[in-house]
């Protein structure tokens, strides 16, 4: 067979474009592809919910990939082994009931257990404004990261999504757009973003799932993006609370 470089290109652009338009109305859409997103990701769609993720970056797993300091090495405590078993991920009990994992392994079970549950990713997609209806989240603006990267005036596109996830990490990126929009009108104590606190992992680790919830109406966190909303502390290269809080938000919002 002789391979023709423009049905390639043609092949590319329509398969793509039939998914985009297909996941542009969804039940729950996801902003971060690192663990707590894709796993949000993948007991959503287990339980039938129509779910995309959208992942600014060319690659999913956010600070995953290096464990702690470029030691690709995965921490987690007894609480989360059973979320690392139905991934199928092979992990080692060590000193006083820590499991350790290869951080490569785990990304990459997570996320194929999550596309092969229904999951849809799409990566190198920014989100760069939220919808709000009647002072709810209704859904997401997005363009390409490559355009938001490069300054362009580009305008961007709009999908319609029941629920929003903010699973940005550190940097709680949804929560802040809908700070900037509407003002100081979370569900915390100030109404504002609090901010993350100085690394403390017991008390982390316990606040991350403590702090996964609804911060506005029909958006909610998870991840580091619920301390930093929140505020309490980070917890380092410790990655239970992680999939738990991922976890605990599917169910909030099934």
Same mark, same amino acid.
């Given at each position: 067979?002789?391979?023709?470089?423009?049905?390639?290109?043609?092949?590319?652009?329509?398969?793509?474009?039939?998914?985009?338009?297909?996941?542009?109305?969804?039940?729950? =859409?996801?902003?971060?592809?690192?663990? =707590?997103?894709?796993?949000?990701?993948?007991? !959503?769609? #287990?339980? @039938?919910?129509?779910?995309?993720? *959208?992942?600014?970056?060319?690659?999913? @797993?956010?600070?995953?990939?290096?464990?702690?300091?470029?030691?690709?090495?995965?921490?987690?405590?007894?609480?989360?082994?059973?979320?690392?078993?139905? &991934?199928?991920?092979?992990?080692?009990?060590?000193?006083?009931?820590?499991?350790?994992?290869?951080?490569?392994?785990?990304?990459? /079970?997570?996320?194929?257990? $999550?596309?092969?549950?229904?999951?849809?990713?799409?990566? +190198?997609?920014?989100?760069?404004?939220?919808?709000?209806?009647?002072?709810?989240? =209704?859904? +997401?603006?997005?363009?390409?990261?490559?355009?938001?990267? =490069?300054? !362009?005036?580009?305008?961007?596109?709009?999908?319609?999504?029941?629920?929003?996830?903010? /699973?940005?990490?550190?940097?709680?990126?949804? $929560?802040? !757009?809908?700070? #900037? #929009?509407?003002?100081?009108? +979370?569900?915390?104590?100030?109404?504002?973003?609090?901010?993350? #606190?100085?690394?403390? /992992?017991?008390?982390?680790?316990?606040?991350?799932?403590?702090?996964?919830?609804?911060?506005?109406?029909?958006? *909610?966190?998870?991840?580091?993006?619920?301390?930093?909303? &929140?505020?309490?502390?980070?917890?380092?290269?410790?990655? @239970?609370?992680?999939? +738990?809080?991922?976890?605990?938000?599917?169910? !909030?919002?099934?």
């Amino acid at each position: 067979m002789k391979i023709d470089d423009i049905t390639i290109s043609k092949i590319i652009i329509e398969s793509f474009t039939k998914d985009f338009i297909d996941y542009m109305d969804v039940d729950v =859409a996801i902003v971060g592809g690192g663990p =707590a997103g894709m796993t949000a990701g993948y007991y !959503l769609a #287990k339980k @039938g919910k129509k779910v995309v993720l *959208f992942e600014r970056k060319l690659s999913i @797993g956010g600070g995953m990939w290096g464990g702690g300091m470029m030691y690709n090495k995965c921490v987690f405590q007894e609480s989360a082994k059973k979320i690392l078993d139905e &991934f199928g991920i092979q992990s080692k009990k060590i000193r006083n009931n820590y499991y350790v994992t290869d951080a490569i392994e785990t990304v990459t /079970a997570i996320c194929l257990k $999550a596309i092969k549950q229904g999951l849809k990713i799409f990566n +190198l997609i920014s989100v760069e404004d939220v919808v709000i209806i009647k002072n709810t989240i =209704a859904g +997401l603006v997005l363009n390409w990261s490559a355009v938001m990267i =490069a300054g !362009l005036h580009v305008d961007p596109m709009t999908i319609r999504a029941k629920y929003v996830i903010d /699973a940005t990490g550190h940097a709680s990126e949804i $929560a802040r !757009l809908v700070v #900037k #929009k509407m003002g100081k009108k +979370l569900f915390t104590k100030t109404g504002d973003i609090i901010g993350e #606190k100085p690394m403390y /992992a017991d008390i982390g680790e316990k606040s991350v799932v403590k702090n996964t919830k609804e911060c506005y109406p029909r958006l *909610f966190v998870c991840g580091m993006a619920s301390n930093a909303v &929140f505020g309490a502390p980070r917890m380092g290269p410790i990655f @239970g609370g992680m999939i +738990l809080s991922g976890k605990k938000v599917s169910e !909030l919002i099934i």
